[in-house]
């Protein structure tokens, strides 16, 4: 688990990165309240430990089994990285006060939230083609991903929520066409960044 620090990181940036499920905790955030966010919050977090769980009982633990999978891991998760840097560029600016939200109850926030991310290809993508690549061929690989998968979603609940409560704080810059730029612009440019180390790394 040597590279924990490094899948740290990189998990915290993809989950810092405007998606569906950012846009749904910032909307729901400014329209509804902070703590009517948390619902969908949970919902996204527990989303994520669903995926995970697929990809360490099926495709991730069959990829990481090998070298020549870990090669082809490495490039799939690169390019991945990479599109999703390209594609935060050059997307529309996303304007939270504008999105349309009608009030739900926590439990209809929750199904939401799971919903979402079982549609996200940034979360599906990233546990079968990036998360595979730090698990370590030497030791047993379940409980690796069960830490792995826990960080993520742990983060999802610390990141989101700080999103939610910084939400109100921030409105102006968040709700203006120059901060959608930044959020967009500064994800984008972290993104080909670990593109480009992941592309070069080896075991």
Do not use: C
């Not at 040597?2 to 400014?30: C, D, E, H, R, W």
């Not at 769980?53 to 870990?70: C, I, K, R, Y």
């Not at 940034?122 to 030497?138: H, N, T, Y």
């Amino acid at each position: 688990m040597k590279l924990y620090p490094v899948y740290l990181v990189i998990a915290a940036v993809t989950v810092l990165s405007p998606g569906p499920g950012v846009v749904m905790t910032l909307t729901n955030a400014l329209q509804l309240g902070v703590r009517a966010a948390f619902g969908g919050i949970f919902g996204i977090a527990a989303g994520a430990l669903v995926i995970a769980a697929f990809s360490a009982t099926t495709v991730g633990v069959l990829f990481a089994s090998s070298p020549a999978a870990f090669t082809l891991l490495k490039f799939a998760g690169a390019g991945y990285l990479a599109w999703l840097g390209v594609r935060l560029w050059r997307a529309p600016l996303v304007r939270f006060d504008e999105i349309p939200v009608r009030p739900k109850g926590h439990r209809r926030k929750f199904l939401e939230g799971m919903t979402l991310q079982f549609g996200n290809p940034k979360a599906i993508f990233f546990f079968l083609s990036v998360l595979p690549q730090f698990i370590d061929r030497g030791q047993s690989p379940f409980p690796q991903y069960a830490l792995m998968a826990l960080t993520y979603s742990l983060l999802i609940v610390l990141i989101h929520g700080l999103y939610a409560v910084g939400a109100q704080r921030t409105r102006p810059f968040l709700t203006s066409a120059k901060g959608a730029m930044v959020i967009n612009r500064t994800g984008g440019t972290l993104f080909v960044v670990f593109a480009l180390l992941m592309a070069t790394a080896t075991r």
